[in-house]
T-cell receptor, first 112, second 111 residues
Framework: EAGVTQFPSHSVIEKGQTVTLRCDPI?????LYWYRRVMGKEIKFLLH????????ESGMPNNRFLAERTGGTYSTLKVQPAELEDSGVYFC??????????FGSGTRLTVV | GENVEQHPSTLSVQEGDSAVIKCTYS??????FPWYKQELGKRPQLIID?????GEKKDQRIAVTLNKTAKHFSLHITETQPEDSAVYFC??????????FGKGTRLSVIA
């Protein structure tokens, strides 16, 4: 079984630019989550999809962040325009139920 | 909402010794407590989890304990080996809410 895949693995962009992160969950997993970890801090929840619907987006920092999940399959997270404080590792995770998350390897975003 | 505190932030042990990582949670409705291990450059992986109807769970050299009254839970690793070196995250949730993670503990096992 293929795991959760994310790309790119690294992205360095300038402040004000746009970046789009992609996540392909494990096939058959209806639940898809985005989390972010800033250096030395917790893995912080951003949002949760059930199939193509946003179940909970209470963790999204502001309206510069837009997440979509096309047809209930892969998901994208777009940051526009990026700010310095958006730097961190963005993790995607998927699950069949709402527990036992399987994580991707993350995208390390650096905004300079 | 839920808040998970994790201690210590870093931990160094000699190979063969035991390591203990402690976490507290704030939401009494939380009933699921997973632990994830993230090795350098790799993805976080679920290593063990416990539900609130169980006080302790073991899997080979790792064990988790849960004290619902005090709202704290711990990860115990016995006979540590160099490959146990990683960042460990505790987490909690109530089933209807997102899983909330602690800040992580960087464990170094010194050979």
């Amino acid at each position: 079984e293929a795991g959760v895949t994310q790309f790119p693995s690294h992205s360095v962009i300038e402040k004000g630019q746009t970046v789009t992160l992609r996540c392909d969950p494990i096939s058959g997993h209806d639940n898809l989550y985005w989390y972010r970890r800033v250096m030395g801090k917790e893995i912080k929840f951003l949002l949760h999809f059930v199939k193509e619907s946003k179940q909970d987006e209470s963790g999204m920092p502001n309206n510069r962040f837009l997440a979509e999940r096309t047809g209930g399959t892969y998901s994208t997270l777009k940051v526009q325009p990026a700010e310095l404080e958006d730097s961190g590792v963005y993790f995607c995770a998927s699950s069949q139920g709402r527990r036992r998350l399987a994580f991707g390897s993350g995208t390390r975003l650096t905004v300079v | 909402g839920e808040n998970v505190e994790q201690h210590p932030s870093t931990l160094s042990v000699q190979e063969g010794d035991s390591a203990v990582i402690k976490c507290t949670y704030s939401d009494s409705a939380s009933n699921y407590f997973p632990w994830y291990k993230q090795e350098l450059g790799k993805r976080p992986q679920l290593i063990i989890d416990i539900r609130s109807n169980v006080g302790e769970k073991k899997d080979q050299r790792i064990a988790v304990t849960l004290n619902k009254t005090a709202k704290h839970f711990s990860l115990h690793i016995t006979e540590t080996q160099p490959e146990d070196s990683a960042v460990y995250f505790c987490a909690a949730n109530s089933g209807n809410t997102p899983i909330v993670f602690g800040k992580g503990t960087r464990l170094s096992v010194i050979a």
